[in-house]
């Protein structure tokens, strides 16, 4: 697996981008395989015209970000794109759940069974990788650790 992570500002525009086609048309299938609910709960709802209602998923996961006890950080919105390596076998949507939860337990951001940690979800648009969004916001209010997350992800 080969890890990347990028802090952004607007959880919304991410999650815009990995439901849409992608650059080239790229994206197909766009759906959850884990998070910090039930998948099944989360995924976006479908609109008449086959794109997704994004809405309540970008709610749900910016709500603990009003919440923070103190000022937070300036780019809230922490995603880690996963990749399988060259060779590797096709993972199923469970497998890529376990990966992704893997990683943000190894991170420190939603370990095992920490309620109140960050909320998270991890998309999956290609047979080759997931992405995974998640607020840099507990929902008890207070800020995560994310030192070293860099390294953390390359270990999970």
Not at 22 to 49: C, S, Y
Not at 132 to 152: E, H, M, S
Request: proline share 8%; with cysteine; glycine share 10%.
């Amino acid at each position: 697996m080969i890890g990347k992570v990028t802090r952004g500002t607007d959880a919304g525009r991410l999650l815009y981008y990995l439901y849409g086609p992608g650059k080239a048309n790229e994206h197909t299938d766009p759906h959850l395989v884990a998070g910090f609910g039930d998948p099944g709960e989360l995924e976006p709802e479908l609109r008449p015209g086959g794109s997704r209602d994004l809405r309540r998923l970008t709610a749900l996961l910016t709500q603990p970000l009003v919440a923070l006890a103190r000022p937070g950080y300036a780019k809230p919105v922490w995603h880690c794109s996963v990749r399988a390596a060259p060779g590797d076998r096709l993972l199923s949507d469970e497998e890529w759940g376990q990966v992704a939860a893997g990683i943000m337990g190894r991170t420190g951001l939603a370990p095992e069974p920490d309620w109140l940690a960050v909320r998270w979800v991890a998309v999956r648009h290609a047979a080759d990788h997931i992405h995974i969004v998640a607020t840099l916001a507990r929902q008890d209010g207070a800020r995560p650790a994310i030192w070293n997350d860099f390294y953390r992800v390359r270990e999970a």
